[in-house]
């Protein structure tokens, strides 16, 4: 899924650095999503946000820190990861938020594979 | 909250061959997805099915929502369809729920 663009595509960081995961649709999608995959294991989703506002945390640490600046952008701040962080984070967007959320498929990117050193 | 199985977990093919995926779920759903992530981690839209058929190229879907099951078939199997096959449900949240996936691997 080309349209749902996540940069970088790959990061190395260590455990007292500070850095942001970015995600770009131009769909008009109004509903974004973040996405965390380890591997041999199927996608959990961290977080929702809808109209920009987040909607759903799924209990994420507070390490990791979502921000929606606008609806085409979906940012995700890192500081004092842990190596158990390290995973594959997928971003994806769908084009209608609350109240009919449900029945819009998701699209997704194509992930940053982050390593924690 | 809504459950999601898929079968079998593991599968093996000679290329050409023809192979049925399974997803089962819990609950009564408005949104359901199959995924192929291929080996480098792309997660590719497959099918949006809640319900009915569909098919593009070799594959098809078929989701019977009375019944709670969905179907992926693949025909004429090629190495570049190995990978693992994701099927995702959504009920009445926000929440689109994944199942453990399909390992297919289709061999030359």
């Known amino acids: 899924d080309t349209e749902v663009t996540q940069t970088p595509k790959h990061l190395v960081m260590g455990m007292t650095n500070k850095k942001s995961l970015k995600c770009e649709q131009h769909m008009g999608h109004r509903a974004m999503y973040w996405y965390k995959q380890k591997a041999k294991k199927p996608p959990e989703l961290m977080f929702v946000y809808s109209y920009e506002k987040l909607s759903i945390n799924e209990s994420v640490p507070s390490r990791f820190s979502p921000e929606c600046p606008n609806s085409s952008l979906l940012n995700l701040h890192l500081h004092a990861l842990q190596p158990e962080d390290s995973a594959l984070y997928l971003c994806a967007s769908s084009r209608r938020a609350l109240p009919a959320v449900s029945n819009q498929p998701q699209h997704f990117g194509d992930g940053t594979r982050l390593s924690i050193l | 909250g809504i459950q999601v199985e898929q079968s079998p977990p593991d599968l093996i093919l000679q290329e050409g061959a023809n192979s049925t995926l399974r997803c089962n779920f819990s609950?009564?759903?408005?949104?359901l997805q199959w995924f192929h992530q291929n080996p480098w981690g792309q997660l590719i839209n497959l099918f949006y099915i809640p319900s009915g058929t569909k098919q593009n190229g070799r594959l098809s879907a078929t989701t019977v929502a009375t019944e709670r099951y969905s179907l992926l078939y693949i025909s004429s199997s090629q190495t570049t369809d190995s990978g693992v096959y994701f099927c995702a449900a959504r009920g009445g949240s926000e929440k689109l729920v994944f199942g453990k996936g399909t390992k297919l691997t289709v061999n030359p």
């Open positions: 609950d009564s759903v408005n949104n």
